[in-house]
Nanobody, 126 residues
């Protein structure tokens, strides 16, 4: 599967952004999708993930109650809705995928993800 993230940009603190991850490939519905982010000088960190069925989601404590993830398997799309953004959310955001995992909460370990899209920059100004 190939992934392409989009939707990043510059937003003021307290604002919202919606990131999209478009996938190619016939079996998109079989992949668990995760979003990661990486700020300058920091390691890549897990943000949020959704199982291939959409029944299970995992998220970092830092984005709880602010970020949500959804997917449309028919359109081969995953969406990351980010609300109440803070400057600490500034980073390059990546979508990633691994096969299976439908009956489990998505892993937070980036090494489990086999496919990565290019990043999209999110900048939150104070």
């Amino acid at each position: 599967v190939q992934l392409q993230a989009s939707g990043g940009g510059l937003v003021q603190a307290g604002g919202s952004l919606r990131l999209s991850c478009a996938a190619s490939g016939r079996t998109f519905s079989g992949y668990t999708i995760g979003w990661f982010r990486q700020a300058p000088g920091q390691e890549r960190e897990f943000v949020i993930g959704i199982s291939y069925s959409g029944d299970y989601t995992s998220y970092a404590d830092s984005v709880k109650d602010r970020f949500t993830i959804s997917r449309d398997n028919a359109k081969k799309m995953v969406f990351l809705q980010m609300n109440s953004l803070t400057p600490e959310d500034t980073a390059v955001y990546y979508c990633a995928a691994y096969w299976g995992g439908g009956g489990y909460y998505p892993t937070r370990n980036p090494r489990e993800y086999n496919y990565w899209g290019q990043g999209t920059q999110v900048t939150v100004s104070s």
